[in-house]
């Protein structure tokens, strides 16, 4: 068992109620709905990029320096770091030091983007984050997402370092995820001295359904993932612009105001998972055994005190992520 996959200190996460509830077969929740008060980015000048990959714009400074790869649209609803990249490149954005290369990777699903129902375009065949693994890379498969991907790998190889842009379905605090090795975690604790938030450096347990980018190979300088804030709103922008900024300027790395690594991911085994508070994400619960959530028959409780929750899902479907649980260090 790594260190990440500590052992609980005294609390199961999952537990057998100790009787049935009245709430349990009680029927499904009508599916939320979301504001989109953001309209997609217009992406038409770089649709065809300057690098012969479509979507890819690479700029070389003549100083010295890492290539520096920013990736927005993995996931091709969550529009707000493009729309921050689209405004960048329009104010000339250009690195002072080393390569810079932005990528919009998944265009096709962005392209499918509708208000009405915003979450479908998330991806088209499969979820273009969790492709990245050398073995599924390398496979017969097919998918747009793989074929993708795979036309983006002769970037991603000459990566130094790589910044992840994503947001959340459901507002949530903004936070950085890193892979557990140090020069990563470093990188992410650079990023959050930015000025605002970001302030929360989480390293967590990966997805069991396939690698994300930032596990994609060893990445020199350390690869990183923001969840920069809800999908469709201004302020996952800015946020975005901050850290990309941040990040281009150089600031030496720093402590983050917080550290914290998961230790459990919740994934619903039902359809009828349900918190019991409308958590937002970022509390942390002062009591392990505090009941959070309940799954058919089952109970989800903090494994230990000062538990922090991350990203919790408030409809998730059966075998999807509800929330992670992680302790602050
Ligand atoms: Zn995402």
Redesign the pocket.
């Known amino acids: 068992m790594s260190c990440v996959a500590s052992p609980r200190d005294h609390h199961p996460v999952r537990r057998r109620r100790p009787h049935i509830p009245t709430t349990l077969y009680r029927a499904p929740a009508i599916p939320p709905t979301f504001d989109v008060t953001l309209s997609p980015p217009d992406l038409s000048p770089w649709l065809n990029g300057n690098t012969g990959i479509p979507g890819v714009m690479t700029h070389d400074s003549p100083n010295p320096g890492p290539h520096t790869v920013i990736v927005s649209l993995?996931?091709g609803n969550?529009y707000a770091g493009a729309a921050a990249l689209a405004r960048l490149l329009r104010d000339g954005l250009t690195p002072q030091r080393g390569r810079l290369t932005l990528i919009f990777a998944n265009l096709d699903a962005f392209s499918h983007f509708d208000p009405e129902n915003p979450t479908a375009s998330r991806y088209l065949d499969e979820d273009m984050?969790r492709v990245w693994s050398p073995e599924r890379l390398k496979s017969r498969n097919t998918s747009r997402e793989l074929t993708r991907a795979r036309e983006l790998l002769p970037i991603l190889d000459t990566a130094d370092r790589i910044l992840d842009l994503?947001?959340m379905l459901w507002d949530s605090e903004p936070l950085l995820i890193a892979p557990p090795a140090p020069h990563a975690i470093a990188f992410a604790n650079a990023l959050a001295q930015t000025p605002h938030k970001p302030d929360l450096v989480v390293t967590d347990l990966g997805h069991r359904a396939g690698h994300r980018l930032i596990e994609y190979r060893y990445f020199p300088q350390g690869a990183v993932l923001l969840e920069a804030g809800h999908h469709w709103s201004e302020d996952a922008v800015t946020r975005s612009r901050q850290v990309i900024l941040h990040m281009l300027e150089g600031h030496a790395p720093g402590l983050p105001s917080r550290r914290a690594i998961v230790t459990d991911n919740v994934v619903a085994q039902t359809a009828r998972f349900t918190f019991t508070r409308p958590y937002r994400g970022g509390e942390i619960i002062a009591s392990g055994g505090t009941v959070l959530a309940e799954d058919g028959q089952d109970e989800i409780c903090t494994p230990y005190d000062n538990c922090l929750l991350i990203m919790p899902n408030h409809c998730p479907g059966r075998g999807h992520m509800a929330v992670r649980l992680a302790r602050l260090i």
Do not use: D, M, Q
């Open positions: 993995i996931h969550e984050n994503h947001s």
